[in-house]
């Protein structure tokens, strides 16, 4: 079956740790992103990527790295710049720039600090 | 950043009702606009996608966009049960990124 794969489900963060989330995609899609979802929140953009080797900037980049070094890899880390990293985070994909966008989501990761 | 801002929930709504959603956006220059309906701990689902204004009907689901008034609406008819979930408003600009609502909490009362 086609779709977008999250790991881990659940992840737990120490104190100055990097932590890394995994998302794969066998869709054959050009367009990754990371977003996060706080509580009573909408989805917030942290990272996106429309090509092999190349990604931009969200809204809420700071604190947050991505690769894409493959089409159906896009890892996000969570360093421990990021103060707050407490959230839902999905991952998405879609067959690329247009006038429509529509997201196919991951199953999420929730992050929590230890 | 482009504001998307959704009527605050929670929505309470017997069964066999209407449910009305409604969602206002700031950028004018928006192309596409999105419902997603979202269950408690799971990913959001695409339901509609609207991009002329007027209606478009799927089933239960009617999305309304009126582009002049940066307004656009999901009506639910004959809310069920299995439609209670947070349901998210999400449009898409000139630079092809979404911006996305917070959510209304829609519950359906047996």
């Known amino acids: 079956d086609g779709g977008i794969t999250q790991s881990p489900k659940y992840l737990f963060r120490k104190e100055g740790q990097n932590v890394t989330l995994s998302c794969e995609q066998n869709l054959n899609h050009d367009a990754m992103y990371w977003y996060r979802q706080d509580p009573g929140q909408g989805l917030r953009l942290i990272y996106y990527?429309?090509?092999?080797?190349?990604?931009q900037k969200g809204d809420i980049a700071e604190g947050y790295s991505v690769s894409r070094e493959k089409k159906e890899s896009f890892p996000l880390t969570v360093t421990s710049a990021q103060k707050n990293p407490t959230a839902f985070y999905l991952c998405?994909?879609?067959?690329?720039?247009?006038?429509?966008?529509?997201?196919?989501f991951g199953s999420g990761t929730q992050l929590s600090v230890l | 950043q482009k504001e998307v801002e959704q009527n605050s929930g929670p929505l309470s709504v017997p069964e066999g009702a209407i449910a009305s959603l409604n969602c206002t956006y700031s950028d004018r220059g928006s192309q596409s606009f999105f419902w997603y309906r979202q269950y408690s701990g799971k990913s959001p689902e695409l339901i509609m996608f609207i991009y002329s204004n007027g209606d478009k009907e799927d089933g239960r689901f009617t999305a309304q966009l009126n582009k002049a008034s940066q307004y656009v609406s999901l009506l639910i008819r004959d809310s069920q049960p299995s439609d209670s979930a947070t349901y998210l408003c999400?449009?898409?600009?000139?630079?092809?990124?979404?911006?996305f609502g917070a959510g209304t909490t829609v519950t359906v009362r047996a």
């Open positions: 998405a994909s879609s067959t690329g720039q247009g006038a429509v966008e529509k997201l196919f």
């Open positions: 999400a449009v898409c600009s000139n630079d092809y990124k979404l911006s």
């Open positions: 990527s429309q090509i092999v080797n190349d990604f």
